[in-house]
């Protein structure tokens, strides 16, 4: 009998008490991947200070709209600035772009004006100005302060220059015959230059007022003038009477240029005056030199072409002078004039700069130098003239302290005090005293000659020969005997060769008429006429 | 028979030579000219400077008869005994100063300097073959010297033969110059008397 034996075999079954985890497991992950999908992009904006920014409070909005939060608010890694995290709504997400901009949003007074204030009460937030370039940016760099121009609003970026810091501050508006073009967006001083650069922003369409010719100059305050006619104010208005502001307009006989580039450097001049002082923006500056004095060439006296005005004088140039180590040697002045295009009907352009370099290069070639004139015999004033003065001396433009320096010439007293040492030098080494003695002893033979017995006695020959003369001229006379010979042999020798050729045209006609008659015809006879 | 042909060779050249040519009448234009009289003194200085014939004229020496309209020939057998310049000029001056009652000057030569100048153009003067003589003439006078202008006049006339042949169109001819003559006297005296 057999042994029956249980096979016991233990069965692995999964309790479904584990369905339970599952579920939650799967519902986890849905929510995550939910939570993934709907949440917005996280951002990172970087500010020198949090000052009103609180974490998981702060929102940050567009046009009032809130399209997400600040998450957290640290400090970065150099601890000199502050990171703040914040996520934005999905929707927002487009609207992170390469440019776009972040400011935080507080109360602000200032000469512009006084804003966020709503945010006294709401506390500050961060303000999205959204850009128009490639999307995909995440990290930022915040504003300090709210931009003046929203980016991407049409228009035209120019810079400004000023030697001196002017009463210009970040939205001082920029004036167009009164009415506003523009603004300034920012300044800062430049310590490589010296210079105080302002970035300004000219709003479309009034941009294409802005022309190589533009001008702009400071227009805060009020400016008086005192003339023959009185005292003019000028104001440009009220705003920036107050607060400051730039005009813009063109020099006063110049007309508009081509239109500038996004970009372009314009000089901020300090008054309208300054602007009609120097019209022009580009030009060359060389030097020359003279060797009389310069008394009267003051900085703006005028450099002329054959009377065209050609440009202004800059400066004596002392300094330089002393620089060279050339005192005590008698060395000449240098002066600084600026030669600009614009005035010799050149466009007011780089390329006008190189058409008139190329012009005065030809012409110093051919003889053109530079001299000192009178301006005015009452007041002594002397300008600088460009003349062609014929001189051979084949010069190329020379260079002095870094500069380009002109040939110059002396006229006036000067130049014909040099003329006449010339004249005398060139007198010196003529050999007169040879030539003196040789007029002398030519002088003698002359009067030798005038003593002579035959030259006493010509004036009695020509007196005879001119006598001689007459006679003979007589004779020839309408009225003279010859003329009355002559007359009649004349009129016989016209005969005779009538007779001749009647005989010739016999003989055509009749060739044996030399030995034979001629046939003769009978005369044709006249009747009598009818009384 | 040979040595007679001979000799009639050289002697019949001889007897061409030996034939008569008809004889030659010429006439002289002034021929009926009386010489005048009256003042040598004269008012005025007046000139018949210039004498201009048609060459048709002074290129022939025989007297020219016109014997188809626009066809002339000059007479062989009847010719002027002197240039017919000469011959005009000659009559002119002396039937001009006859008119005027006083010389005239036949030659600019005999007075250059003259207070009234003449100057005659003949343009036509020829007797035809209806039995006339015609003329036509312009003249010019001039008062004030070489700088004065002067005034034009033409004549033209023409008259009957007064006998058949020649000598009456050299008759003829010699009464149309005369009429020429007192016409320029009458313009020379007119002129004067404008003057």
Not at chain 1, 62 to 87: C, F, H, K, P
Not at chain 1, 278 to 298: A, D, M, N, T
Not at chain 2, 68 to 73: E, F, I, L, N, Y
């Amino acid at each position: 009998m057999s042994e029956a034996r249980a096979d016991v075999s233990r069965r692995r079954r999964i309790s479904p008490i584990w369905i339970v985890p599952i579920v939650a497991l799967l519902l986890g992950i849905w929510m995550l991947i939910y939570t993934l999908q709907s949440q917005g992009p996280e951002i990172t904006i970087v500010f020198s200070t949090a000052d009103g920014i609180e974490a998981g409070k702060t929102k940050i909005k567009l046009r009032s709209v809130e399209i997400g939060l600040v998450e957290s608010a640290g400090l970065g890694d150099d601890l000199e600035s502050v990171v703040v995290t914040a996520r934005l709504d999905k929707e927002a997400t487009p609207l992170l772009r390469e440019d776009t901009q972040f400011w935080v949003v507080r109360p602000r007074i200032g000469a512009a004006g006084v804003s966020g204030l709503d945010t006294v009460l709401s506390g500050a937030y961060l303000q999205l100005a959204p850009g128009t370039g490639p999307e995909g940016r995440r990290d930022y760099v915040g504003l300090e302060n709210p931009p003046v121009t929203p980016a991407g609003t049409p228009g035209l970026r120019i810079t400004l220059t000023s030697d001196h810091g002017d009463s210009l501050g970040t939205g001082d508006p920029i004036l167009y015959k009164g009415h506003r073009i523009g603004r300034v967006e920012s300044g800062e001083f430049d310590l490589k230059t010296q210079t105080m650069t302002y970035a300004a922003f000219i709003e479309a369409p009034f941009d294409d007022l802005i022309t190589t010719s533009t001008r702009f100059w400071n227009a805060s305050g009020i400016s008086f003038e005192l003339s023959a006619n009185g005292v003019e104010a000028d104001l440009a208005s009220l705003e920036t009477l107050l607060v400051g502001g730039v005009a813009a307009g063109q020099p006063k006989g110049v007309g508009a240029g081509p239109p500038v580039e996004d970009g372009a450097v314009f000089a901020l001049y300090d008054s309208y005056a300054m602007v009609n002082e120097r019209p022009h923006r580009y030009g060359i500056e060389y030097v020359v030199r003279f060797s009389q004095s310069v008394r009267g060439l003051k900085p703006g006296a005028p450099v002329e072409y054959r009377g065209i005005p050609a440009g202004q004088v800059e400066r004596v140039m002392v300094s330089d002078l002393l620089g060279q180590g050339a005192t005590g040697q008698g060395a000449p002045v240098p002066v600084l004039i600026r030669l600009e295009p614009g005035r010799l009907a050149l466009p007011d352009t780089e390329a006008g700069v190189e058409q008139l370099r190329n012009a005065v290069e030809a012409g110093v070639a051919n003889g053109m130098r530079a001299s000192l004139a009178t301006g005015s015999l009452i007041t002594g004033s002397l300008l600088v003239a460009l003349d062609n003065h014929g001189d051979p001396t084949v010069v190329e433009i020379g260079e002095f302290a870094g500069r380009p320096e002109l040939p110059t010439v002396a006229t006036g007293l000067e130049g014909l005090e040099i003329k006449l040492a010339s004249l005398l030098d060139k007198l010196n080494a003529l050999p007169l005293e040879g030539t003196v003695k040789e007029a002398q002893q030519t002088l003698a033979g002359l009067d030798k000659l005038l003593n002579s017995r035959g030259m006493q006695e010509l004036p009695t020959s020509l007196d005879a020969t001119l006598r001689e003369l007459e006679t003979t001229l007589a004779s020839f006379s309408g009225d003279s005997q010859l003329q009355e010979q002559l007359l009649p042999t004349i009129a016989e020798l016209d005969r005779t060769l009538a007779s001749f050729r009647r005989v010739l045209d016999t003989l055509d006609r009749q060739p044996n008429a030399l030995v034979f008659n001629r046939e003769l015809e009978a005369d044709p006879l006249p009747p009598v006429g009818a009384r | 028979m040979r040595e007679v042909a001979i000799a009639a060779a050289l002697f019949l050249p001889l007897l061409a030579c030996s034939s008569s040519t008809p004889p030659v009448t010429r006439y002289l234009l002034r021929g009926d000219l009386v010489p005048g009289s009256g003042r040598v003194d004269a008012p005025a200085r007046v000139v018949l400077a210039r004498l201009v014939v048609a060459p048709y004229l002074s290129g022939a020496e025989g007297i020219v008869i016109e014997t188809a309209p626009g066809q002339v020939q000059a007479a062989n057998q009847h010719q002027w005994a002197e240039p017919i310049e000469a011959g005009i000029r000659s009559f002119l001056s002396a039937e001009i100063g006859a008119a005027l009652g006083y010389p005239l000057s036949a030659s600019y030569l005999d007075r250059p300097a003259w207070d009234q100048r003449v100057d005659v153009s003949i343009d036509r003067l020829h007797g035809t073959m209806d039995g006339t003589a015609v003329l036509e003439a312009r003249y010019r006078i001039t008062s004030g010297g070489d700088s004065g202008e002067g005034v034009e006049f033409r004549f033209a006339s023409s008259t009957a033969l007064p006998r058949e042949g020649y000598s009456g169109v050299v008759e003829a001819e010699a009464s149309l110059l005369r009429e020429l003559g007192r016409a320029i006297a009458g313009s020379l005296a007119r002129d004067a008397g404008r003057t």
